[in-house]
């Protein structure tokens, strides 16, 4: 069974600040992907990196995928207190596993106005 | 990006119930999956729902407990038999799109009695 470990798993700070999520794997992947989930609702996709040393940004959100596709990170600039929710990565570990994703644990991220 | 819709959103079921959930995609897609979350926590994938055949289960859910159909591209069921209080979960359908994406529906939140 394939792991991905994230972290941290709570996350608290103020308005303004940068913060940066970790999923790190000993295992190759040929996809990793974030979403971010409101309570209420499904994940919603963010992005998915495809290529080793793969950097992606999304307004204030930045996405690297390793350059040996085992880890990635997302780092969100002045976080804002629209922000908050669960954050996922998931991978894709290809061959006979092909299409289906192993979640890391999450990270609960709230920001305060 | 495909737009998936789960019925019903919520439910409170009493133990030894069975409940029928449905997903629907508003577009043929390969492959859908069925996954369960813990309120808070990450999502663990339980079945891929194979149109025409038998469901592919992951380790730790059985068929009798988890029947799926599929019975067309765009459609899938997951049924929780037998109810019991630790069947209490968000359940989560969701759809492979292009370039390894996946989308999810919103979910069914379920709680057994």
């Known amino acids: 069974t394939q792991l991905l470990e994230q972290s941290p798993q709570f996350l608290s700070i103020q308005e303004g600040e940068n913060l940066t999520v970790y999923c790190n794997s000993s295992?190759?992947?040929?996809?990793l992907q974030w979403y971010r989930q409101e309570p209420g609702e499904g994940p919603v996709l963010l992005v998915t990196?495809?290529?080793?040393?793969e950097v992606k940004k999304l307004k204030r959100l930045t996405f690297q995928f390793g350059d040996a596709r085992k880890d990635s990170s997302l780092h969100i600039t002045a976080a804002q207190p629209g922000d908050t929710g669960l954050y996922l990565c998931?991978?894709?570990?290809?061959?006979?596993?092909?299409?289906?994703?192993?979640f890391g644990q999450g990270t609960i991220l709230t920001v305060h106005p | 990006s495909a737009v998936i819709s789960q019925k019903p959103s919520r439910d409170i079921c009493q133990r030894g119930t069975s409940l029928t959930i449905q997903c629907q995609v508003d577009?043929?897609?390969?492959?859908m999956f069925w996954y369960r979350q813990q309120p808070g926590q990450s999502l663990t994938l339980i079945a891929t729902?194979?149109?025409?055949?038998?469901?592919?289960?992951e380790s730790g859910f059985v068929i009798d407990k988890f029947p799926i159909s599929r019975p067309n591209l765009t459609f899938s069921t997951l049924t929780v038999s037998n109810m019991s209080p630790e069947d209490s979960s968000i359940y989560l359908c969701?759809?492979?799109?292009?370039?390894?994406?996946?989308?999810f529906g919103p979910g069914t939140r379920l709680l057994v009695l």
């Open positions: 969701s759809a492979r799109g292009g370039q390894e994406t996946q989308y």
């Open positions: 295992s190759v992947f040929s996809s």
């Open positions: 990196v495809v290529t080793g040393g």
């Open positions: 998931a991978a894709n570990a290809g061959g006979t596993s092909y299409g289906k994703l192993t």
């Open positions: 577009s043929q897609v390969t492959m």
């Open positions: 729902a194979n149109q025409g055949s038998e469901a592919t289960y």
